[in-house]
Nanobody
């Protein structure tokens, strides 16, 4: 059974940091891209970042570029999202998702992601 388990969310003050984890089971990361998405209250879900297990390429939304870092540990079948310099507008439920894609990754096409985790809440206070 394919499962993605997102964890690591919490309450942090503006300027603080969190590290989110996405543990994958039921398949290996080979040839899969993992994306992180978030949904704030009253807003549509948006793509944040992605990483390709095939070539290690990454991509980031402009709103998080320079503050968030995505990485993967294929041996542990886990992808991480380091959140630094957090802002109140980063408050959202963060989801990880997997897409079979041996060529790279994109966080812009959510519909291409096949498997989704349950989400972890990130709250940034001002």
């Amino acid at each position: 059974e394919v499962q993605l388990q997102a964890s690591g969310g919490g309450l942090v003050q503006a300027g603080g940091s969190l590290r989110l984890s996405c543990a994958v089971s039921g398949f290996t990361l080979d040839y899969y891209a993992i994306g992180w998405f978030r949904q704030a209250p009253g807003k549509e879900r948006e793509g944040v970042s992605c990483i390709s297990s095939s070539d290690g390429s990454t991509d980031y939304a402009d709103s998080v570029k320079g503050r968030f870092t995505i990485s993967s540990d294929n041996a542990k079948n886990t992808v991480y999202l380091q959140l630094n310099s957090l802002k109140p507008e980063d408050t959202a439920v963060y989801y990880c998702a997997a897409e079979y894609n041996p060529y790279g990754c994109t966080y812009r096409a959510q519909y291409e992601y096949d498997y989704w985790g349950q989400g972890t809440q990130v709250t940034v206070s001002s």
